[in-house]
């Protein structure tokens, strides 16, 4: 089974309609329930006045900030109230500190009552100084945001390897830039909505889309002040996620009216609710120097990393760690100092998002590799091979990778299958010839990276998952049980595929059993790039020691297996020094671009994607995920330009913030998946659906200036910005 | 206000405020939540059906306008248990990941391919320009239509 392009096994159920998604799921008498967000972006509130709310015809319930048993939550760090407001004996809970914290939640008979009610809530605001840049926010004298992180800082990364001052002596080029990424907006299709009520046997039961069923339970329980298995999740299919349904939305509060009210309480949220209220991809600011002898080695770099982490962590601390690591990008470097730094604002939040702050370190990296390749003169693929990590290459914090690094056959690979021809022993670039429109420039750019597959940095990484083997004589059935989530990327499929396979049945005869806390043990999340890796071998433990029993006579044969990487570890806080991570995937990509230098449209002819997937356990779906993946950071590197202003979303529309349609995808998308086994991956496979995301932009930043001439540091670009820079430069004046 | 809707085939008849929308109609009176909303501004197409044979946002449209009309959901789109060829196109072609968008893309497309039924890449993909994914970077689902298109006898 490994290696087939099986057809998933949600196929039928979506292409008929029938498919429930968590709007789609309802209960007799239920409520409707309505979020009431904040109207400031920092202030204490002193006084809420829920009595209109309350007596309107229709309306069951109102609750605030005194309702929730515990009231702070968050993924990493529990930093934020669940309701903000007075009453609570949870210390700074009666501070709102972003437009998206929510104030109160109205239960009433029908939605549109609930969200009449919402706005007679009476809130009465006492402002505070709020700061919306991060730089600004490092500064002494700037407002503080939580009494435990001076000057706003969350986190602060150093890596300290080798000499600097050796390393600057011997550049014979030395390149600059200051690099700025945008926010960006997950947009899945489906906004969040849920459904909260009373199980059968008393558990309050949470129906809603999420990315790790258990993490979700843990953040209710906690909240709620329950025992763990008082509270159960369960996700039915999910309408994509990407990162953004990592952290609470309608969770915790579905569980709470529905605990409170002994009641059945769903939810649906517009897309205006969607992009206003849950967190987004971290903006960054990225100082770079980087230093290489006129042979191409790189023999210094510098960075100083600063993401905007918004108002909570969720997990910028994770997020930034990544960045630290890939802002050198996949090189091996002797001599790199590095500092990050993740900052509260006063902004929305930011947080997992495909990539992980890979791609913010990767648009930095990658136009600092372009850039010296430009001031050596030589070609962008020469250079990086002269560069690249391998096997047993030293990482910046001083320790080799995993066996299996890949990322030289990756960048060849690439370099083949696109605009690259080797001759005299050397990689030249081929291009295509320039349109007749002199208004259209052509251009070719180049561009690789790395990403971490798994949980990072001393993360206690780990899967479960059960196998049950039934039947007498021969096996009639298999039953999987495996929590990980299907957001989309056809996790369940790859389910049922590596159970078959392990233990050596047709796929007819697997169920699986999963979704459901009540039924399955923690998976951990679908995130990370991670399930496929931990998942596949979990069941294949769990599979091994079935059959045992199963040759012992046993019937049913049942085996649970947790299974458990490597130990990574943190960094150390003054050189940076750790094992990171204990997988990695290696990705690299080349576009084709044609700018409009009259209207500053950027056109993606033709990308080409080389992923290390290590084994293809369903080819098709892999091919989805670079295809999908593609289409979303070209939606990043280009459109999609979320407007923030002092704090609020000025665009939380589908009109307003532009995501990329079928007519702005590149007509070619040339998928070459290597699969070029990891030793610790089952059957060899990688994790990879983040991985086509990293390199895209500043491959697109870098066939923008092979066409003309500009290099653009900053994404999104917007055609008003590509025109704005080009101007400037003296292109396009017609 | 009352409306007779004719809904894959059977006529509803409801008494329903005039400001309902066509989507809430048929997700809310009748229970058929195959049919999506995905934005609040008319981008999106997750809610897309036919009205009378022709594909329309169903999220553009009051239930009362849909009175005496004939439309068809995702739901009514098969015959039975034989799946329309697109529906198994796209189940062949990998043309869904998350599948939310499916619907409408299916809809979308079964009713462009009655006025088209030979079309070329270029024209299924203007066709679809008002039908976003996000999953798929849409290269199965042009894939999945021209495949259906070819079993349809185009
Ligand atoms: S819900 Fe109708 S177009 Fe988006
Ligand atoms: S498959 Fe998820 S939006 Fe299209």
Redesign the pocket.
């Known amino acids: 089974m490994i290696g087939q392009s099986m057809t998933r096994i949600d196929a039928l159920g979506k292409v008929t309609g029938e498919t429930p998604y968590p709007g789609d799921i309802n209960l007799e008498g239920q409520l409707w329930l309505k979020m009431r967000f904040s109207d400031r972006a920092h202030a204490r509130i002193t006084a809420i006045d829920t009595s209109q709310a309350e007596a309107l015809p229709g309306v069951v319930a109102v609750f605030t900030a005194k309702d929730v048993p515990v009231n702070e939550y968050g993924l990493v760090i529990k930093d934020q109230p669940v309701i903000c407001g007075p009453g609570s004996d949870m210390p700074g809970s009666d501070i709102v500190r972003t437009y998206m914290d929510c104030v109160a939640v109205v239960v009433a008979e029908t939605d549109a009552i609930a969200a009449k009610a919402v706005k007679l809530i009476d809130v009465t605001y006492e402002d505070l100084p709020a700061v919306f840049d991060m730089e600004a926010a490092m500064e002494d004298d700037a407002p503080q945001l939580h009494a435990d992180s001076p000057n706003n800082i969350i986190c602060h990364y150093r890596i300290r390897k080798g000499d600097m001052e050796a390393g600057w002596s011997q550049a014979d080029v030395v390149v600059e830039g200051v690099y700025e990424t945008g926010y960006q907006e997950h947009a899945?299709?489906?906004p969040e909505a849920g459904l909260g009520y009373i199980d059968e046997e008393g558990r309050v039961t949470v129906i809603v889309g999420g990315q790790w069923v258990h993490e979700d339970q843990e953040q209710i329980y906690h909240a709620l002040g329950l025992p763990p298995e008082q509270v159960r999740v369960i996700y039915p299919a999910i309408?994509?996620a990407f990162g953004g349904r990592e952290d609470m939305s309608v969770q915790i509060v579905l569980a709470l009216a529905a605990w409170k009210l002994q009641r059945p309480v769903k939810t649906i949220w517009s897309r205006e609710e969607s992009i206003l209220h849950h967190h987004k991809r971290h903006p960054m600011r990225i100082y770079s120097k980087w230093g290489a002898t006129k042979d191409g080695k790189i023999v210094a770099a510098e960075a100083k990393v600063i993401g905007d982490a918004g108002a909570y962590n969720y997990t910028s601390n994770k997020v930034l760690g990544n960045t630290n690591l890939m802002v050198t990008g996949p090189y091996e470097i002797d001599n790199v100092h590095v500092d990050t730094y993740g900052v509260y604002t006063n902004n929305i939040p930011c947080g997992a998002f495909r990539g992980f702050g890979g791609p913010q370190g990767a648009f930095a990296a990658e136009a600092q590799m372009n850039k010296l390749a430009e001031a050596l003169g030589m070609d962008p693929v020469e250079v990086r091979m002269k560069n690249v990590l391998r096997e047993g290459s030293l990482l910046t914090v001083g320790t080799p990778l995993p066996k299996g690094v890949t990322i030289p056959q990756v960048v060849e690979a690439c370099a083949e299958e696109s605009y690259w021809r080797r001759g005299d022993g050397a990689w030249h670039l081929n291009r295509p010839p320039q349109p007749d429109n002199p208004a259209l420039r052509r251009g070719i750019g180049f561009a690789c990276g790395f990403k971490n597959v798994g949980f990072s940095f001393g993360f206690p990484e780990q899967n479960w998952a059960t196998i049950e083997l039934h039947g007498g004589a021969e096996i009639e059935e298999v039953i999987v049980r495996q929590a990980g989530a299907d957001v989309?990327q056809g996790a369940h499929t790859v389910f049922v595929q590596m159970t078959a396979e392990a233990v050596g049945v047709p796929v007819e005869k697997v169920r699986l059993l999963t979704h459901d806390t009540a039924k399955t043990q923690t998976s951990g999340s679908s995130s990370a790039s991670r399930m496929t890796f931990m998942s596949g071998n979990a069941i294949r433990g769990a599979a091994q020691q079935a059959l045992q029993l199963w040759q012992d006579e046993e019937r049913p044969a049942i085996a649970t297996y947790q299974y458990k990487p490597p130990k990574t570890t943190p960094y150390h806080p003054e050189t940076g020094e750790s094992e990171p991570n204990f997988a990695y995937g290696y990705v690299a990509e080349a576009v084709e671009v044609e700018v409009d230098i009259e209207t500053g449209h950027i056109h993606v002819i033709k990308v080409v994607c080389a992923n290390d997937v290590g084994v293809a356990i369903n080819p098709q779906q892999i091919t989805g995920q670079i295809e999908?993946a593609i289409v979303q950071a070209q939606g990043y590197a280009i459109m999609e330009h979320l407007i923030s202003n002092e704090g609020k979303i000025q665009n939380p529309f589908l009109s307003t913030y532009l995501i990329p349609t079928v007519l702005d995808v590149p007509t070619e998308v040339k998928s070459v998946v290597l699969e070029l086994a990891d030793p610790r991956g089952p059957w060899g496979a990688r994790g990879m659906a983040e991985m086509p995301f990293i390199p895209l932009a500043p491959a697109i930043t870098a066939a923008v200036h092979d066409a003309t001439g500009v290099w653009f540091d900053e994404i999104p670009m917007t055609p008003d910005r590509v025109v704005t820079k080009l101007r400037e430069h003296g292109i396009g004046i017609l | 206000m009352n409306v007779s809707i004719t809904i894959n085939g059977t006529v509803y008849e409801r008494d329903i405020e005039p400001r309902m929308l066509l989507v809430h109609f048929i997700r809310e009176e009748l229970g058929l939540t195959g049919t999506n909303i995905?934005c609040d501004t008319s981008q999106c197409g997750?809610c897309t059906i036919h009205m009378d044979g022709r594909s329309l946002k169903s999220c553009t449209c009051l239930a009362v306008q849909a009175d005496g009309r004939e439309i068809t959901t995702i739901e009514g789109l098969a015959d039975g248990d034989n799946l329309h060829p697109m529906q198994e196109a796209f189940w062949d072609n990998h043309g869904?990941?998350?599948?939310?968008?499916?619907p409408g893309?299916i809809m979308a497309s079964t009713a462009f391919l009655k006025d088209n039924p030979h079309p070329t890449e270029e024209e299924i993909r203007h066709a679809l320009e008002g039908n976003?994914?996000?999953?798929?970077g849409y290269q199965n689902?042009v894939k999945s239509i021209k495949a259906a298109s070819e079993k349809m006898g185009g």
């Not at chain 2, 869904?96 to 499916?102: A, E």
């Open positions: 899945y299709l489906q309408g994509g989309g999908g | 995905g997750a869904l990941q998350c599948g939310y968008c499916t893309m976003f994914c996000r999953c798929t689902i």
